[in-house]
């Protein structure tokens, strides 16, 4: 009986924690505020919710149905030397972007294209491959738009996706983590009922600044295919 109470309750806590962490995760920074308010409404009673009318029961809708449906973009903090001219510059910052691959994926993908050393390719943060995400990659190497539109003729249509590159600027030191300021996500909720959307516009009108904490997991927005 000691064994099913502890086996009980330390799953409640842990099925807690994942909701918890999921539905927070996607109230930071996002554009989305179908998103936004939806996650909410889980996290917290109903009753504590204004102006929405949620029924006891979890309202129906999809997630990540499609790629197309999650979109994330970095927002950077650049190098201050940052300029469109390599002279006395040493990396070329590029904007990736991408779907279907892991940015791991692609920092080995263009370390392979431009002849580079894995060392010299930094990213400031890593980004879904369930999705399109776009993000700042630097290279130790001074690139130009024949080569990128080489590398993208190339990996246009891949086995798993694609992958896009742009040309930034140039510097003379690589991006860093910490210069990541953090993510917009642009992000689709399907199979809304017309009269839940119609309140949830009305609930983000009122609550425009709604904010939480970031949890860093595969549980952010869902899984892939709904």
Not at 73 to 84: G, I, Q, R, W
Request: negative net charge; aromatic residues 12%.
């Amino acid at each position: 009986l000691t064994l099913i109470i502890i086996l009980y309750y330390g799953a409640k806590i842990y099925y807690n924690y994942v909701i918890f962490g999921c539905c927070a995760a996607m109230l930071t920074l996002a554009s989305d505020h179908f998103i936004m308010v939806i996650a909410y409404c889980f996290v917290r009673p109903p009753s504590q919710i204004t102006g929405i009318n949620i029924m006891s029961k979890s309202p129906s809708f999809v997630l990540k149905h499609r790629n197309e449906d999650f979109y994330v973009k970095e927002v950077s903090l650049f190098p201050n030397d940052l300029t469109l001219n390599p002279l006395h510059k040493t990396h070329t910052l590029l904007q990736a972007k991408k779907e279907g691959y892991t940015t791991f994926e692609v920092i080995h993908t263009l370390a392979e294209f431009f002849n580079l050393n894995r060392l010299d390719v930094h990213c400031q943060g890593l980004k879904d491959e369930d999705g399109i995400t776009q993000q700042i990659i630097s290279l130790k190497h001074i690139t130009n738009r024949e080569e990128i539109q080489d590398f993208n003729s190339k990996h246009s249509h891949l086995e798993k996706g694609w992958v896009e590159l742009g040309i930034e600027g140039y510097a003379r030191e690589a991006v860093q983590e910490k210069s990541l300021h953090g993510n917009v996500f642009t992000i689709v909720v399907r199979r809304l009922t017309s009269s839940l959307a119609e309140d949830l516009l009305d609930f983000c009108k009122n609550h425009a600044d709604l904010v939480s904490a970031n949890y860093y997991d595969q549980q952010r927005f869902g899984l892939p295919g709904g």
